[in-house]
């Protein structure tokens, strides 16, 4: 039914839409037409008006400039002149009184005029070259026509019109003679054609004309006379024909050509008239469509009402419980309902009494339910039991107050429901319920018992042993109440939480399973972590009763173990700082709040100095002992916002937030000193100092990655700068580390892509100037870098073990080119090779270098190693024994660089040598500086007393050659003697050398 009214409203809205739009449409149409004949008449009566004028105006024109003519035909008579001109004109005059002059222009040239008062300075005007006259002038003659010029400024003052009429003597058109001229003044005209009348009746007009121009390139518009009001651009134009030539009279109305106040009316008359049609349309069938709706909802009411009385008596014969009719008294006044309720064994019950029907008991019930229900209304939950033939049954009574009229007696309405089977449900429940009881004080489990409307707690033992209690302590210290029990034993972090998780859950009363984690205190004032579970019983119709039971159990130590997994997972576990993964985490949220508040913030890269030392030589016990300690006092001089990680090993990162480059310097120096206060490990005092390497957000970084790794770089450059310091991050730091990477990288694959090479030095002896060998030295000539010194490469090779594969590299290439010397029976010369220290650290270095030997053919003593004063301080006797096993292999050593390391005389005694290298540092000045000739000269002293050789590193002068040599240095190398060379080079001089044998 809705739908169909719906649909008819709908279609009854179209209907008047439509009706609205296609009398609109109709009376627009109407409207349209009658506006255009409207336009039309407008129109005409215009143009009657125009023409009118214009007529006027062209027969004044016509009279007056008929004067030309009578002049021409003098002039002619005269062959070119009128002697009696001014006689003449001044008789023609009084005939055109509208002509205010007369002029003659022989050959275009203005000669004689009348009168001539006023207007003389128009003589010797030449017309077919004025600017202002010349175009008019040659299209008069040109055409040979009668010409109007004008509107022109006239000599004798005011505006006025030319005729100008060209005279040819003869048909010729080289005949031409002149102009014959006539003035009209402009203003007499006009007046007399009374043009000013068009604007009195509301018309705007211009009466313009097209001016030739010079060249006839195009006309352009000349206003002759015209109104105040604008012209529109929808005006009527009519012409007025002159002779060579036409002028244009245009008319228009300044509101337009339609009345649009009355057209306004008329359009909002129509729009009125299609409104109220459509609003009819739509009032007749509103009002058909309530018709049918009333008619519709007479049916449907009628029908509602049957089906509502058979749904009833439906209902009513399928109820299961009585129902009936009472009045106060308790008599049955009508039965609505038979079910075996109160009289199912009884019949005829309408008529009487319940005292009649039921046992006293059970009838005193039914009448406290009637009178309750007389007092309130309505009366709930009565229940009695009856004795029937086939058992006891229980019943529940519902009764309400019905509406009678004023001073009628009161009737109520009685609902008798079984509910046996509920009340053996509950007797069920309660048994149930005292057997789990008894389970509960007999169970080892943490059973509990909680009963909402009393507030008590009951437990079992076991739940009292979690807490180190037995039940009479239990109760006597915190009684049975649940709320007080809770506030004593709770955790205060917790006990808000579970008091309110479990209130919310009694206060939804929809079943389920409640659970919850908390702690409670044991006896001995440690914390236990509980699980509780627990459910609502419910009774026989599934609602929930009064009691929840449940169970605690003991889960301690599994929330142990899970924060001990949480804690390994984001903390170190020898520092118990935050690790490199929760590190991280934390930094980016620093970084996210000093970018969002735009506050500054210092990332600091810790190392310990030489903690490797004191990891290897005291054991890694002190070690972690020494690491625990640097944490501490890192704790003590941060901030409760600084962040400390260990990163790994002996590397720590400080993140600083509020903290600017001034602020990250201040801490750095207040963290120097108290990192080197000594630490007691044991029986040890150690003494420890640290470099710091530090990084900005945002200008260093914008992300832990890049400060970290800038961090990483300025740290390494405070090692640099001799450890115990701090830097900052700068631009060329980073060029330094990404050149250092990129020679890191590459020399790892030098070897293979043959990118290494050896130059040999060669050694003079300073006496007789002889070549006794050469020093081979290592080239890198990187494919992107060039050339790189060996001076960056090598402390590169040694910091990341590299050296050893270079060494080998140089061991093999060096004997294998001096094995080919020797092939080509080239004199003998020995050959010095540097090792490294961390070659003489491997034991397999005298196994590589017999080898070699053996592989190449060349002597042990044509081999010369020479190592550097730095073996002796990294395990000295292991140096010792590998140099002893290479002395009985026949090699030759030397000691490179004498006097700059740390030198001991002590091992210098033990270790056999064949020579010792003074450095180049003290053979660069010492032609100039006492000390440095000192300096040699001591140590050409020490190697003679221990029968050992000497050769001089940087020879680059004569002077300086001849003064070692004077000093008793032995040998000598340098540029002076020879620079470094390639194989083929030293080749070359080998075969012209002469070469002495020691």
Known sequence: MPERLNRQRHLARITAILVFLLSLLASLGLLWLHAGQQVEQRKLAAVDMARFHINSLQVQLERNLSSAYALAALIKQG???????????????????????????????????????????????????????????????????????????????????????????????????????????????????????????????????????AGHTGPSRQRIAGSSLALSGDAITET????????????????????????????????????????????????????????????????????????????????????????????????????????????????????????PTSAGVVLTALEEAARHGCSRGHQFRRRLPGGDAWFELSVSRRKTAAGATEHFVLLSRDISERRRAELEAQSLLERYRSLITASNTGAWEYDQQSGELNCSQEYFSMLGLDKDDFERRHGRRLSRAWQQLLHPEDRERAQHAFSHYLAQQRGGLYENQFRMRHVDGSWVWILSRGRTLQDGDGQPTSLTLGTHIDITQQVRDKERIHFLAHFDALTGLPNRSLLIDRTEQAIHLSRREQKPLALLFLDLDRFKTINDSLGHKIGDQLLNQVAERLRRICRAEDTISRFGGDEFILVLPLTDAAGAAHFAQRLLPAMAEPYAIQQHDIRLSVSLGIALHPHDGRHFHELYHHADIAMYQAKEAGRNGYRFFTAEMHNGYTRMLALENGLRQAIDRQQLSLVYQPQYSLGEHRLLGFEALLRWRHPELGPVSPAEFIPIAEKNGFIVSLGDWVLDTALR?????????????????????????????????????????????????????????????????????????????????FGTGYSSLSYLKRFRLARLKIDQSFVRDLLLDDEDRAIVGAIISLARNLGLGTIAEGVESPEQAQMLHHMGCEQAQGYHLGRPMAAEQATLLLQAAVVCED
Request: net charge negative.
């Open 79 to 213: 062959r070119g002149d009128i002697a009696n001109f001014d006689e003449v004109a001044g008789q023609l005059l009084p005939f055109y009184p509208q002509v205010q002059a007369l002029a003659l222009s022989p050959g275009g040239i203005i000669t004689r005029t009348y009168p001539l008062a006023g207007n003389d300075g128009a003589l010797g005007l030449n017309q077919l070259t004025h600017p202002l006259q010349r175009d008019e002038a040659i299209l008069a003659r040109d055409a040979r026509q009668l010409t109007i010029t004008g509107p022109v400024a006239l000599a004798q003052g005011g505006v006025g019109l030319i005729g100008r009429l060209p005279v040819f003597m003869t048909e010729q058109a080289d005949s031409f003679w002149g102009f014959v001229s006539v003035v009209l003044p402009l203003s007499d005209l006009l007046a007399r054609a009374e043009l000013r009348r068009l604007e009195e009746r509301g018309y705007a007009f211009e009466l313009w004309r097209d001016r030739p121009t």
């Open 240 to 359: 007025l024909i002159l002779p060579n030539g036409s002028w244009q009279l245009s008319l228009s109305l300044p509101g337009g050509w339609h009345d649009l106040a009355r057209l306004s009316l008329l359009g909002l008359a129509a729009l009125l008239f299609s409104a109220m049609l459509a609003m009819l349309v739509q009032l007749l069938a509103r009002t058909r469509r309530q018709a049918r709706q009333l008619a519709l909802e007479v049916q449907q009411q009628t029908r509602d009402i049957t089906e509502a009385r058979h749904q009833l008596e439906a209902t009513l014969a399928a109820l299961p419980d009585q129902l009936l009719e009472l009045d106060g008294n308790g008599d049955c006044l009508q039965l609505y309902a038979r079910g075996d309720g109160i009289s199912a064994a009884d019949a005829g019950l309408v008529g009487r009494n319940v005292r009649e029907v039921l046992e």
């Open 817 to 897: 080119q001096l094995a080919d010397w020797r092939a080509q029976a080239l004199p003998p010369v020995t050959l010095g090779i540097n090792i490294s220290a961390a070659q003489l650290r491997q034991h397999p270095l005298c196994d590589r270098v017999r080898l070699l030997l053996q592989e190449t053919g060349v002597p042990a003593e044509a081999l010369e190693l020479e190592l550097t004063e730095s073996v002796m301080l990294d395990h000295p006797q292991r140096a010792l024994a590998i140099m002893d096993q290479l002395h009985e292999l026949g090699v030759k050593l030397a000691l490179d660089d």
